[in-house]
C-alpha cells in the first residue's frame, strides 16, 4: 500500500537554513470544527481529483489484486513456484527504476502528456497481460504495466499539487488521494480473491484496464498541462546510472531467487547495480538541476525518515507475498477465503488511518514513526509461530492486520517527518523522495527476501526464515531511526501542528 502525505506547518526555522528562511504555519486553527471555506471544491475540481485518485487508485490496485492470484496463475501459465516472484517484480522493477526519470520528464516538457502517455500505456499492458498465452507475455505486461505506473505515479502528484492552492485545499485533496490509495490496496487483495475464484485471474488484469478506459477519456478535457517555468536541463548522466544500478541490483536478486547467488550473471548484476549506484552519487554531487538533492539527503530528518519509509514499504510487501503462499500452498485457501483474510488486514488498516493522526498529535511523527516500525516487527515476529495446522489462519490473520495498522502508522509519520522543517521551495524534493522511498521499497523486498521462501525445500521452514528476518530489519530499523533522530537538534514540528497539517483534527 502507498501513502502520499505532506505537511504545510512548523512552527521551527528548518534546519540548515537561517532565522530568515520561509517557514510554514498553521492555516487551520485547531479550535475551528468546521471546514474552512477554502476546502470547499467546484464541480471542476472534484472531477479533476477525482481523474487523479482514480489513476492512483488503479496503480495501488495493481500492487495488490494479483497476490492472492499468484498460485493459481503459476498453474495456468507453467510458472514455477520460484518463478512466481516476477509477476510481482516485472512491475515492481520499471515502476521504481524509471519513477524518478519520468518525474523529471513530466517536469520539463509536460506533466499532463506523460500522465496521459502512462494511462494509455497501462491500459494496453493490462490487456496484454489479460489474454497473455505464456509466461513470457504475462510478464512483457507486467513490465508495461510497470512503465506506465512510473510515469503516472510522479505526475499525477504533480497535478495535484499544481492543480489545488497550498492551504485548505490542497490538504483535502491530498488527504483523500491518501485515502483512496490505501482503499486501493485493500480492495485489491479482496477483489483479486473474488474474481480469482469466480472469473479466473485473467480477470484481475482485465479490472486494470476497465480502469484506463473509464480514466483515459476523461483526463484531456479536464487536466491542465503544466512544467516547470525555468526548465532547467535533463540529468541523463544522473537518470542513467540509478535507473541502471536500480534494474541491474533487482535483476541480481531476482535471478538468485531461480539459480542461486553463484551464477555470473547474478554476480555481475550485483556488482554493476553496486558500482552504477555509487556513480550516480557522485553524478548528483555535481549536477546542476539534480534528480535528487544530495543536501536534501544530509538533513536528519529527510535521511532518517526515509530509511523508516523503505523498510516499512519493503518489509510489508514481503509479507504479504510470503503469506499468500503460505495460506494456498500450505493451508489449502482459496483464493476467495485468502483475499478475506487480507480483508481484515485492510479493514484495521482503514481504521489505523483514522486514528494515526491523532497519535501523531500526542506524540509527535517521529515517536510515532519509531512506535510503529517497532510494532510492525514484534507483529511479524509472532507470525513465525505458524504452522500447517488450519487453526493457524487466526494468528495469521489477527498478527498480519495488527503489523498493518502499525505499518501505516509508519506511513503516514514517515511522510511528516521526511517534510516536516523543509522550507517550502525545498518542499517538491522533499515530497519526491517520499514518492521514490514508496516505490523502491515495493521493488526490492520480495526479490531480496522472497528468494529464501521460493527456493527452500520446505516451503514452510522458508517461509519461517523469511519472516524472522523481516522482523529482525524492521526491528533494527526501529533502534536506528530512533537513535537518528534522537539526536539534539530543533523538533521537526510539534505533534498538534503536524496532525492539523494532515486536515483531520
Not at 529482525?472 to 492539523?500: C, M, N, T, Y
Request: proline share 5%; aromatic share 6%.
Amino acid at each position: 500500500m502507498a501513502i502520499e502525505t505532506t505537511t504545510e506547518t512548523t512552527a521551527e526555522t528548518p534546519t540548515g537554513t537561517s532565522p530568515g528562511a520561509p517557514t510554514r504555519t498553521s492555516t487551520r486553527p485547531a479550535h475551528d470544527p468546521q471546514p474552512p471555506l477554502g476546502t470547499r471544491l467546484s464541480t471542476r475540481d472534484k472531477l479533476v481529483l477525482f481523474v487523479l485518485c482514480a489513476a492512483q487508485f488503479m496503480v495501488a490496485l495493481d500492487f495488490s489484486v494479483l497476490n492472492v492470484a499468484l498460485p493459481v496463475l503459476g498453474r495456468d501459465l507453467g510458472m514455477s513456484q520460484s518463478a512466481l516472484q516476477w509477476a510481482v517484480t516485472a512491475f515492481a522493477l520499471p515502476s521504481g527504476g524509471f519513477l524518478l526519470l519520468f518525474g523529471r520528464i513530466g517536469d520539463l516538457y509536460g506533466r499532463r502528456r506523460l500522465f496521459l502517455t502512462g494511462l494509455a500505456l497501462f491500459g494496453a499492458a493490462s490487456l496484454l497481460a489479460t489474454f497473455a498465452w505464456d509466461p513470457a507475455s504475462f510478464l512483457a505486461g507486467r513490465a508495461l504495466q510497470g512503465l506506465g505506473a512510473a510515469a503516472i505515479v510522479p505526475t499525477g502528484m504533480s497535478l495535484l499539487t499544481t492543480t489545488f492552492p497550498e492551504g485548505p485545499a490542497r490538504d483535502r485533496a491530498l488527504g483523500i488521494s491518501g485515502t483512496l490509495l490505501s482503499l486501493g490496496f485493500t480492495v485489491g487483495m479482496v477483489a483479486g480473491g473474488v474474481l480469482t475464484d469466480v472469473l479466473g485471474w485473467r480477470s484481475t488484469m482485465g479490472l486494470l484496464s476497465v480502469f484506463a478506459l473509464i480514466v483515459l477519456p476523461l483526463a484531456p478535457g479536464l487536466l491542465p498541462e503544466s512544467r516547470t517555468p525555468d526548465r532547467p536541463r535533463l540529468d541523463i548522466p544522473g537518470a542513467v546510472t540509478v535507473t541502471g544500478g536500480l534494474l541491474a541490483l533487482i535483476y541480481a536478486l531476482s535471478t538468485a531467487a531461480e539459480r542461486g547467488f553463484g551464477g555470473a550473471d547474478v554476480m555481475a548484476g550485483l556488482v554493476a547495480g553496486v558500482l552504477l549506484l555509487a556513480a550516480f552519487g557522485y553524478v548528483e554531487s555535481r549536477a546542476q538541476a539534480p534528480l535528487v538533492s544530495l543536501p536534501m539527503l544530509r538533513r536528519r530528518t529527510v535521511a532518517w525518515g526515509n530509511l523508516g519509509g523503505l523498510v516499512t514499504f519493503s518489509m510489508m510487501s514481503t509479507v504479504v507475498f510470503v503469506l499468500t503462499l503460505y495460506l494456498q500452498e500450505i493451508l489449502d485457501l482459496s483464493a476467495f477465503e485468502t483475499g478475506l483474510v487480507f480483508g481484515v488486514q485492510g479493514a484495521l488498516s482503514a481504521v489505523a488511518g483514522v486514528y494515526a493522526p491523532k497519535v501523531i498529535g500526542r506524540f509527535g511523527a517521529r515517536r510515532t514513526l519509531v512506535g510503529s516500525l517497532a510494532g510492525q516487527g514484534l507483529f511479524v515476529a509472532a507470525l513465525v509461530g505458524l504452522n500447517a495446522h488450519t487453526w493457524s489462519v487466526w494468528l495469521a490473520a489477527a498478527a498480519v492486520s495488527l503489523a498493518s495498522m502499525c505499518h501505516l502508522g509508519a506511513i503516514i509519520s514517515y511522510g511528516l517527518t521526511v517534510t516536516s522543517g523543509v522550507p517550502d521551495e525545498e518542499q517538491g524534493l522533499a515530497t519526491g523522495l517520499v514518492t521514490s522511498t514508496q516505490q523502491v521499497g515495493l521493488t526490492v523486498g520480495i526479490p531480496l527476501l522472497g528468494v529464501l521462501a521460493t527456493t527452500s525445500d520446505d516451503l514452510l521452514s522458508g517461509v519461517h526464515t523469511v519472516l524472522a528476518l523481516d522482523a529482525a530489519i524492521v526491528l533494527a530499523a526501529a533502534v536506528l531511526v530512533a537513535v537518528g533522530l534522537g539526536r539534539r537538534g530543533p523538533k521537526a514540528g510539534s505533534g498538534p501542528v503536524e496532525a492539523e497539517a494532515l486536515g483531520l483534527r
